[in-house]
């Protein structure tokens, strides 16, 4: 027991972490009140549609009637009835298919229920039930505090005293605080509670006031205002309304809730809210879950950021978790590799294939082979074997590494992979002390770091020859659209000064990448601007059907050495397609273009590719528009992440065998089609980006820093990655931007420090604890030097027969990374249902394993969560509202299909933001502190509007300013006198010089540059049209597009869980 | 007309016309047996200074089916104002524009000695020349460098208004831009894929009427009422920029391996640039001028493989069928050469390498275009450096000495009819009636084109008489025939040249000496020579051959002297006698005291015998004493010179002496009177020996007069 934490009835106590390693978020332990928590949240999703509320009722009470026999499942069955009749859209994702079983008895209930609706009390009485009570009176730890309830719950309580014994009368009446006093459990805590908790509420207030709600016929009708407010008038205590009536009970249920709060001590401002909120008619149900009481984000963060941001995280321990993405912490690699590198879903995997299954937690390990590394920690060191090359195992390959293990005096070595004993070649050869180490282990990276690099031999090249170095060429859309906007004459002015900065290694003084230049439009212009030129000179290609490289000599040079050709060049591209009239495009034969030159100058290389509408040019890989809202939430739907056509990925297949890696600049004004034209950078290890409605006045320093940024980060070129395990599991799965021939190497024509690759494990064998699961990275990739080379990751795991240490070591945002790709890859194929339904029922099965193995005994009206796993419900919400997952009507094919992408080479901490997006308060901390404001939780609730919020999540920047933002706030921001003045939608903030729009303007900057693409700000303000933007990013509330809110999500999670464990 | 030598010779000066009978068999069976055809050599734009056009129109008889032009062989009645075709014997109305016309007042057409005569038309629009320049860069430097030179230095020479166009080849083929200040553009082809025309337009953007690249541009309104002419310029406006992308062109950048021949896309470049001129003038003077240092090495029209190891294809290969590439080529070609001399364009090819170009193949192009075909060394040498310039050459009026777009109509009077013609043209399958149902060379017409001409080009034009024994011209009856030439002239002009022609008829049996007299030996050597090479493109060499052999003792045999079965009796009229053999050089004459100069056309040797190169090697020449020896050294250089000057192309010439190396060019031409198979002269001052096998005139006319004499033939 002492290792798990009772929580909700004892929110406030959350006990030290350090102890802690499952959190039990205790609901009322007994059927009704589950089934009750059921009931309040379909009431919830219903209750903007009154008129379904009636439906909906009958069938809950159906089901309520039933519960006592079949608690588990009961109740939850006739949710899904609702949606059908009411809601489809929004209730599908988390119920059960519907059945026509399950319909009937739903408007079997609707019969009843209208022809029964005098006689409610009765069925409420029934409903009520026993177990309520007994969950109730369990969690009534002060009698004083709630003593005025008993009266109101007479009827109900007189069953449920049977179970509950002494204090029955308290708890029905004043939900809240039944809800705290939930579960035997948390029995002796209960005073502390903080929050209003939802179970109890559910429990209380909701089954018994929804018999009310249904036996007026026209709840709906009932002015919600004056219903609520009406009855909570009287003194909330008393609140003895129920009895008289459920119409009654169920506002009084509303009013105590009001009085109560500020005795609980509610912490957060959005208690007002709560406190108004209307009975089941309204728009927000009449009772809920305290979010304060649920797991929150930003406390973990915190809590990690406090306990393990201040030392260094030493790696040479097997198994460690390392702290959270959100932490700034310092990597010593003392063995195994950084999780900069390598972050694993669990760090101790369970022995068999069996124990896997039951858990069903994704063994997966995200990689992100090149990087990048704070100044502090080194890069890894480059080791020459010299004409031998690396030492690998002679069976499986594997690289020599720290696991290797020397034996006989250091003559042979045995493999870490397979076992396989090898002989250490002569001029490798060393002594071993008296540990059985060799006596260099220390002075060779290879035998004692996690991470390093071998050169490369010829062996490892292309044709066994070493590679030339990379190029980069650049390919300009110049039809119509492009030079209109401007695009054109931004992007070659910039390129003038950009060539300077291409990626360089080490010291050196001049890049080694040579650069090429192509525009076109239906037809292609190739460049030669061979530095002996006068003039460069244009070759057009018209022959886009059977593409080819017109010239060798003179495309690919030096920049150095043709300064004065390519900038003449770049002078004149805008000139000579100024008055263009051509809107039509090629593509596919674009990046046929760039490839074939990259192979006819036997090298590899990246192209950039500026490209602006749907290539509707009679050309290979034409495409049309094929964009239809129609099929969102068909079978059909996936049919818009699919390529168009077969066209692309042949291409890509081609380019990964030359190394071409392409980058894609999107300028669309309209459907472009990303789901086709983003095949081949995805395919390639290429990026997208994309700029809807490109203005340069608007969009030039979004652009123009992505540019940058892309044009000199360090790439890797012509990679390929393996990932080689010990004996018992296997990669079997890989999600990224790559491409593969085999089963096991990751093809990559390029890959830079922003790129990851998520591997999936599976056993095929026993593991064995003693001897742990190892991993082995190993990327050969060509740098921008020109120089082959091989990159070693390794990280040991721990291994497990006990199904808790599993759940003890595991990470939520690493399995959030692989549960999104995974789902993002799945509506390839499947209907986003389907992949809804899937994700929640892994996770449920994950927590539902937990609870049935690991935690404590305790009532199934229980949800425990694993401490490492808290946050599950949460991000996974999040990733299920995406607008992949759950688009709004304001999201694009394109933008879908754009994310869809971006999501499937991110890594953990991208994933992290990305869906649970960060909030900042400006104006509550003291203007004067260094650090940056703790972050609230992604909610309405949390704003007030007298200050001003910054949101980011990777890829947007909005700032919300609330309406009542005091004015020397505003001036000082914005530089205006009222909030009414400020301009809504405004991306730049007016540069001031006061400390708060300095602190403001450097929080924007320091969050842009964390990011590794540049997020525009977007200026919001309380109650404007903007506002339903921004508001699609406070994850923890509802959606407009169905989303559910957390505790909603909680809520059928629990249902879920519990379902599954009955 | 004192002979018929001078008669021969004054009616080519005046029509350009030579037959090979100038008394013509009155019958269809008389003419079969005088073995060699009733033909003419005919020189359509033959060079007249003294002959200036008229600016009117030619009157036509206005039978629909004749259409003949008014001529000084027509009967003219002044009074009535009306005359009578000569051919059709319709009788015709004068036009209102000839009502003074008396027989004091004629008009120049019905002038005797305007038997041929030309008019300008002044109607239709007139389209600048154009030369559209095809460079291979596969060559070496030296070599393209003095290409380079000489197409900078040809635009000095092209008319001001003339339209250029520029297409380089090696493995890709760039068609360039020309309208552009800046950077220079091109549009750049696959060497290896074959374009329809209607492919090349499109890439080219010539199929819409406004380009983007064209736009952003907006010049002034075009000045010709063309698609584009983005690629074909005028001269006076590019020439400097021309002259500077001429300047630049570089070698074919693409890398050649060792053991490899430079991928050379001849096939398609020409097909650009004919797909190019359809595309953008078709029907107006155009000139398409390949310049290429070997073989075409891929795509369609391929001769030979890029693998060195893999020679080009030898005789021997043509012989056993075994030329991998070779009709595959040669269709391409053809394919080529037909759609140009549809479209009125001519193709010239200048080819200049040590090894051979494919020109086989290729021939066709110049061939049925009237285009130049001109072979060198390189193309740093002279031969072709004045070659090329002479292309440019003007006549006595300024004018440029090529034509273009012609056709030429032969209408006969009802004795004749037309058998077909060989030269450099095309038939336009024009049916009337004078075409005859036997072909001989191009038939089934009587009008063909003639893409591209200059004032030497020359047709054989074959006729039938169509008159049966049975019917007998009246006495002092003549043939006529009228030769109509439409051309677009070097300044553009549209320009009808009329030559007509008459012949008296002879009966054969009463009067064949006449016909013998009359016959021109040197024109029937030409006339039947072209017979034998039009045969020998669909016929096996042997059976040609052999057909030449048996003409020629059938012709022995009836015009010949002799009694039967006795060869030495065998004798030939004077005009005759030349027509079996009439190159007189023989391996006898080469003396050590003589120098020869020989002149075959396209090799000019000159050689020192033995003696004669030892005194200038010993300097005699040098000698005051010697200086009769330094003008006998001088005057056969003199003499080759003017040779040089005028002829086109431009011949090999060849200053050797005895034992030379390239003393192999006279050896291999002379008579081989004595061989090592003959060795009875030996020691003696007979000459030199000969090694071959070839028999020599001697015995060749040995077995003639045997063969002639025998009865059993």
Known sequence: MTGETKWGCTHNERQPVSSTCAAIWAAPACLPRVSSIQLWWATRVHSPHHSLW???????????????????????????????????????????????????????????????????????????????????????????LYGSYPQGQAPPLSQAQGHLGAQPPQRSAPPQASTFTSPASGGPRMPSMTGPFLPGQGFGGPSLSQPNHVSSPPPQALPPGTQMTGPPGPPPPMHSSQQPGYQLQQNGSFGPARGPQPNYGSPYPGAPTFGSQPGPPQPLPPKRLDPDAIPSPIQVIEDDRNNRGSEPFVTGVRGQVPPLVTTNFLVKDQGNASPRYIRCTSYNIPCTSDMAKQAQVPLAAVIKPLARLPPEEVSPYVVDHGESGPLRCNRC???????????????????????????????????????????????????????????????????????????????????????????????????????????????????????????????????????????????????????????LDGFLVNVSESRAVITSLLDQIPEMFADTRETETVFAPVIQAGMEALKAAECAGKLFLFHTSLPIAEAPGKLKNRDDRKLINTDKEKTLFQPQTGAY???????????????????????????????????????????????????????????????????????????????????????????????????????????????????????????????????????????????????????????????????????????????YRGVLNSPVKTVRDTLITQCAQILACYRKNCASPSSAGQLILPECMKLLPVYLNCVLKSDVLQPGAEVTTDDRAYVRQLV?????????????????????????????????????????????????????????????????????????????????????????????????????????????????????????KLEMLFKHFLVEDKSLSGGASYVDFLCHMHKEIRQLLS | MATYLEFIQQNEERDGVRFSWNVWPSSRLEA???????????????????????????????????????????????????????????????????????????????????????????????????????????????????????????????????????????????????????????YVFRGTKDLTAKQIQDMLGLTKPAMPMQQARPGPPQEHPFVSSRFLQPVHKIDMNLTDLLGELQRDPWPVTQGKRPLRSTGVALSIAVGLLEGTFPNTGARIMLFTGGPPTQGPGMVVGDELKVPIRSWHDIEKDNARFMKKATKHYEMLANRTATNGHCIDIYACALDQTGLLEMKCCANLTGGHMVMGDSFNTSLFKQTFQRIFSKDFNGDFRMAFGATLEVKTSRELKVAGAIGPCVSLNVKGPCVSENELGVGGTNQWKICGLDPTSTLGIYFEVVNQHNAPVPQGGRGAIQFVTQYQHSSTQRRIRVTTIARNWADAQSQLRHIEAAFDQEAAAVLMARLGVFRAESEEGPDVLRWLDRQLIRLCQKFGQYNKEDPTSFRLSDSFSLYPQPVLLDSSSILADRILLMDTFFQIVIYLGETIAQWRKAGYQDMPEYENFKHLLQAPLDDAQEILQARFPMPRYINTEHGGSQARFLLSKVNPSQTHNNLYAWGQETGAPILTDDVSLQVFMDHLKKLAVSSAC
């Open chain 2, 32 to 186: 079969t047996r005088m073995v060699v055809p009733l033909a003419c050599l005919l020189t359509p734009l033959k060079e007249r200074p003294d002959l200036p056009p008229v600016q009117y129109e030619p009157v036509l008889c206005s039978r629909p089916t004749c259409k003949a032009i008014l001529n000084p062989l027509c009967q003219v009645d002044y009074r009535a104002k009306l005359w009578a075709c000569n051919f059709c014997f319709q009788r015709n109305q004068f036009p209102p524009a000839y009502t003074g016309i008396s027989e004091v007042n004629q008009p120049a057409e019905l002038m005797p000695q305007f038997s041929t005569i030309e008019y300008v038309i002044q109607r239709g629009a007139q389209s600048p020349l154009i030369f559209l320049y095809v460079v291979d860069t596969c060559l070496e430097e030296d070599d393209l460098q003095a290409l380079k030179e000489s197409l900078q230095m040809s635009l000095s020479l092209l008319p001001p208004d003339a339209l250029v166009g520029l297409i380089t080849f090696g493995r890709m083929v760039q068609v360039h831009e020309l309208s552009c200040e800046g950077i220079s553009k091109s």
């Open chain 1, 649 to 823: 990925q042949t291409l890509a297949k081609e380019c990964v065998a030359q190394g071409c890696c392409v980058d894609l600049f999107l300028f669309p004004n309209q459907y472009v089609d990303v789901a086709t034209l983003s095949v081949v950078p995805q395919l390639t290890g290429g990026s997208v980006y994309k700029y809807a409605c490109f203005q340069v006045e608007n969009d030039q320093e979004r652009f123009l820093s992505d540019l940058r940024r892309d044009v000199q980060k360090v790439v890797g070129f012509d990679a390929v990655m393996r990932v080689r395990t010990s004996t018992g599991i296997r990669a079997v799965d890989f999600f990224g931007a790559f491409y593969m021939s085999n089963t096991t190497d990751v093809e990559l024509a390029g890959l830079d420090g922003d790129k990851t690759v998520t591997v999936e494990f599976k056993h095929d064998d026993r593991l064995n604890e003693e001897s742990g699961a190892l991993l082995q990275c190993a990327l050969l990739y060509t740098s921008c030097a020109g120089q082959r080379r091989l990159r070693i990751h390794n990280l040991a795991l721990n291994c497990c027969t006990q199904l808790a240490d599993l759940y003890r070591n595991c990470e939520t945002d690493t399995l959030i990374n692989y549960m999104a790709k995974f789902a």
């Open chain 1, 54 to 144: 009636s439906l909906q009722w009958p069938s809950t009470r159906l089901s309520a009637n039933i519960s006592p026999r079949f608690p588990g499942s009961q109740p939850f069955g006739s949710v899904p009835l609702t949606p059908v009749v009411s809601q489809p859209t929004v209730l599908q994702p988390y119920g059960p298919p519907p059945t026509s079983a399950q319909v009937t008895a739903q408007l079997a209930g609707m019969q009843i229920s209208g022809a029964v609706a005098p006689a409610l009390p009765p069925v409420g009485l029934g409903y009520g039930s026993p177990a309520s009570l007994a969950s109730a009176s369990g969690s009534f730890p002060n009698p004083g």
């Open chain 1, 397 to 551: 390959k594997a690289y020599m590494c720290p696991f290797m293990q020397f034996i006989e005096g250091g003559r042979r070595f045995q493999c870490c992979f397979c076992s396989c004993i090898n002989d250490v070649p002569p001029q490798y050869f060393q002594h071993l002390d008296h540990t059985g180490k060799r006596v260099d282990a220390y002075d060779r990276p290879e035998l004692s770091l996690g991470s390093y690099e071998f050169l490369a031999t010829v062996d490892y090249c292309k044709n066994n020859k070493f590679p030339s170095p990379p190029a980069f060429i650049f390919m300009i859309d110049v039809s119509y659209n492009a030079i209109r906007s401007g695009l054109v004459r931004l992007l070659c002015e910039e390129l003038k000064s950009l060539l300077d900065f291409l990626p360089r290694e080490g010291g050196t003084e001049e890049s080694a990448i040579r650069v090429g230049f192509v525009t076109y439009n239906k037809v292609l212009h190739f460049y030669n601007v061979k530095s002996s030129l006068a003039q460069p000179q244009m070759m057009v290609v018209s022959d886009v059907a059977d593409m080819f490289v017109p010239l």
């Open chain 1, 904 to 1024: 499937t080479s991110m890594d953990v901490a991208e994933t992290n933001v990305f869906f649970y997006p960060r909030l900042l308060p400006l104006t509550k901390s003291p203007i004067e502190s260094a650090t940056e404001p703790p972050a609230v939780r992604a909610s309405e609730e949390r704003l007030s509007n007298g200050d001003i919020y910054l949101l980011e999540n990777g890829l947007n920047l909005f700032l919300w300013v609330g309406a009542s933002v005091q004015q020397g706030v505003v001036q000082s921001l914005f530089n205006v006198s009222s909030f009414s003045q400020i301009t809504s939608g405004l991306s730049v903030l007016p540069v001031l010089d006061n400390p708060l729009s300095k602190k403001v303007r450097g929080l924007i900057d320091s969050l842009r540059a964390q990011r590794s693409r540049y997020m525009k700000l977007i200026v919001v303000k309380q109650e404007d």
